[in-house]
């Protein structure tokens, strides 16, 4: 019943991280999360090991377990190392994948394009996320495979955005990054190592300039009007 009960904590904090429900650089409280979960402090610290490991977590001496921040170090390096990731494992993954991981893959694709199309973005961002680390395994690269799992949870986190369109060119995106999908899969089906890469690639741009908005948002409007006032009265 622990067991079920450790597995059953792991999987609620991975998504609640991953979906902004836990805010990252969060303090966690173990002793609320015990009670949630309804387990003892040692099953709870192991799976914060664990969340650790993964990348979910930081954790120090004398001090609560804190959710991986975001912080604009952090990002910059996101941002500069995600492509060379995402192109890698594309590459490898249409060089190495076996025959019989194309439909789970397929099958998460759908999951993904139905929930774009009804506008979840939650479950979007998520699948999203299933979609791309099932390609890592496709890679069969444990080294290359360590690296896409921690960028993914930062990808995923700031995917929130991109799955929240606020005008129709967003909602094109959407629907692009659907279709781009589709072509990924059909490229590591024919072992099309430079379609694949470039697809990859072409995807990472796509979604790019929109979650950079999670760390740069549309400035403030001007009232040029208000703002002579303001001047005129100084």
């Known amino acids: 019943m622990t067991r079920d009960k450790k597995t059953r904590a792991l999987d609620d904090l991975r998504m609640r991280i991953l979906s902004l429900g836990v805010a990252p650089g969060a303090d966690l ?7 949630q979960y309804a387990i003892s402090r040692t099953p709870m610290r192991e799976v914060f090991q664990r969340l650790a490991g993964e990348g979910y977590l930081e954790l120090g001496q004398n001090r609560a377990p804190k959710v991986a921040s975001m912080d604009l170090p952090t990002l910059r390096t996101f941002f500069q190392t995600a492509p060379l990731i995402y192109a890698n494992i594309a590459r490898l993954a249409a060089e190495n994948r076996r025959a019989d991981q194309i439909a789970p893959l397929r099958a998460v694709q759908a999951q993904f394009r139905a929930a774009t199309e009804v506008g979840d973005a939650g479950a979007a961002a998520l699948l999203n996320h299933s979609f791309h680390a099932q390609i890592g395994v496709m890679s069969h690269n444990p080294y290359l495979q360590m690296s896409l799992g921690r960028m993914l949870i930062d990808h995923t986190r700031l995917s929130q955005t991109f799955y929240r369109p606020s005008n129709p060119e967003d909602t094109a995106r ?8 589709d072509a990924m899969i059909d490229a590591l089906e024919a072992h099309d ?42």
């Open 193 to 234: 190592v430079e379609a694949a890469t470039a697809l990859t690639l072409a995807h990472w741009d796509l979604s790019r300039d929109r979650m950079e908005r999670f760390v740069t948002p549309d400035p403030l409007p001007l009232d040029m009007a208000t703002l002579k006032k303001t001047a005129d009265a100084l």
């Open 29 to 35: 409280d173990e002793a609320a999360l015990c009670a």
């Open 174 to 181: 959407i629907a692009s990054a659907a279709d781009q999908h």
